[in-house]
């Protein structure tokens, strides 16, 4: 049996600092705000190499905290990728903008630049590149389309801790950035838990505004903002597990090193591509096939855990049939039935990984 996720085995392994780490956050009762929180920001930020990190209640209200700082003419149109979670598009919606999808490259699955230049319209203010699976999006190509009509640049890169494009952490290469710490992300907190990243002053002052009720200090409110901050439990939790991280990605590398070597040749299966500047954290492992039943079968059979990210692409989701975003030929609007997640994680060894590879029979 191999297991597509789990946590338990992890906190087992860290189970002294975790437990520890919780029982100081109860005796202290710094559960808002404190020293867990502030600590886990700096320690973020410098392992992002960035100048701000701001905590907030989890990945979706990141996006949407990040976009209203951005204070873009309203009503206007965001870019997002038509193969991702729901709460890239979401957070646009919720934000007052309107979501145009854009199509995915079918090597490493971010988004393509391609149809990004074709989706640009007068009425564009933004896009949402997100680092999917942990692969970064062509950060280079992107800023030169935003720069040429005026766009700003959120990256969304709750997949993506650690990753990086031509050495470069995500994150603050654009404007703005946004982590998710669900706790199967690969930096995990034990709840619901997120991040804003940027090198911009203004906008992490905005940001920490907006999360914390638009205020600065206690009762002086300079506009209406919302209650959503990271607290003192997560913190604690996150400050322990950041130490392992870079640890954690490289058995991910390894794992997905050993994929890519052995179902690399085979015609049926393809596998994901890592461009050469890119460092992939492989928060997924994603192939295609063209008989996803027959493989999805073969790994129940041998008792492999698996996923699929996404079995229904944004565009063709009831919840944006409202938007009539209908490609017949976009690769991301017909590849959805294609689509299997890999067991990947630290809790997998290279026997493992074997055992998955002998279950798909290459
Ligand atoms: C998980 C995820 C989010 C949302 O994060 P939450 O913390 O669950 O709100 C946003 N975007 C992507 C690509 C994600 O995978």
């Not at 604690?236 to 954690?248: E, I, M, Q, R, T």
């Not at 294609?338 to 997998?348: A, D, K, T, W």
Request: include cysteine.
């Amino acid at each position: 049996m191999v297991k597509f996720l789990d946590l338990h085995k992890q906190y087992k392994g860290i189970k002294t600092e975790i437990d520890q780490a919780i029982q100081t956050v109860i005796s202290e009762s710094s559960f808002i705000g404190g020293p867990h929180v502030a600590s886990f920001e700096k320690s973020f930020s410098s392992y992002q190499n960035c100048s701000f990190c701001i905590g907030v209640g989890n990945g979706t209200d990141a996006l949407e905290i990040a976009i209203e700082a951005l204070d873009l003419e309203p009503g206007g149109e965001i870019i997002v990728p038509a193969n991702s979670f729901i709460a890239s598009a979401e957070a646009v919606t919720r934000a007052g903008y309107r979501v145009v999808f854009c199509d995915c490259n079918p090597n490493d699955y971010t988004i393509s630049i391609e149809d990004l230049k074709k989706r640009i319209s007068s009425s564009t203010v933004a896009i949402i590149a997100v680092h999917l699976y942990g692969h970064p999006c062509d950060m280079d190509l992107i800023l030169e389309i935003s720069k040429e009509h005026g766009l700003r640049v959120i990256e969304d890169c709750a997949q993506a801790h650690g990753a990086e494009y031509k050495g470069q952490k995500v994150g603050a290469i654009a404007d703005i950035g946004t982590f998710s710490f669900y706790p199967g992300k690969n930096l995990g907190a034990y709840g619901d838990a997120g991040a804003i990243v940027t090198n911009d002053k203004d906008l992490a002052r905005s940001c920490r505004m907006i999360a914390n009720h638009g205020r600065e200090e206690k009762y002086s409110h300079q506009l209406e903002g919302r209650n959503s901050r990271l607290d003192g439990l997560q913190a604690a939790v996150l400050n322990v597990k950041l130490k392992y991280l870079d640890k954690w990605t490289e058995k991910r590398l390894l794992i997905a090193d050993f994929y890519l070597e052995h179902l690399g040749n085979n015609g049926e299966i393809y596998s994901p591509v890592r461009r050469k500047w890119a460092k992939q954290v492989y928060h997924l492992f994603v192939i295609r096939h063209s008989n996803r039943e027959l493989l999805l079968r073969k790994l129940r059979d041998s008792n492999i855990g698996y996923g699929i990210h996404y079995p229904i692409a944004l565009p063709k989701l009831k919840a944006y049939r409202y938007l009539n975003q209908h490609e017949e030929n976009g690769f991301a609007w017909r590849s959805d039935n294609q689509l299997v997640s890999l067991p990947i994680g630290e809790h997998m060894d290279i026997g493992d990984a074997m055992k998955v590879i002998e279950a798909l029979g290459t």
